[in-house]
């Protein structure tokens, strides 16, 4: 059975710096040997997130790329943009919209620390509900 968690990125150093816990997810991921993919809102998130993977931690290494090259099957956690096509991994980080329904065991999903932002968040748990998925809630 697929699942689905959904971490609250509630603490400080999340609401100072979205993009932390998406690589601190990662990180890992990559160190328990697991392989990824982080799907990105837009090209522009995409490359924010592979400078971020760079410099979040000094003594965090991710061997990273943002998808699209013949690199792409034997690079660990790989950026994915809209509209581009990647290798399957069991495992997402899920940073857009619409919930991961296809291809993955395992979705890791982002609630913003803002309630006011969560109502998306709301709408991919009953997506993922639906679609028979196991949930969990994981705080940060």
């Not at 689905?4 to 040997?33: I, K, S, T, V």
């Not at 609630?111 to 748990?125: G, H, K, L, Q």
Request: hydrophobic share 40%.
């Amino acid at each position: 059975m697929p699942r689905a968690e959904f971490h609250l990125a509630e603490a400080p150093r999340y609401r100072d710096d979205p993009l932390r816990l998406p690589c601190e997810l990662a990180h890992e991921l990559f160190a328990g040997g697991e392989t990824a993919v982080i799907l990105a809102r837009s090209l522009e998130q995409a490359e924010q997130l592979d400078e971020k993977l760079w410099e979040f931690d000094d003594d965090a290494f991710v061997p990273h790329q943002i998808a699209g090259d013949e690199d792409d099957a034997i690079t660990p956690v790989l950026i994915v943009p809209p509209d581009t096509a990647a290798p399957a991994r069991n495992v997402a980080i899920n940073l857009r919209d619409t919930a991961a329904l296809d291809g993955f065991a395992r979705v890791l999903e982002i609630v913003p620390a803002d309630p006011a932002r969560r109502e998306d968040s709301r709408r991919r748990w009953k997506a993922y509900q639906q679609a028979g998925f196991a949930l969990k809630k994981c705080d940060r």
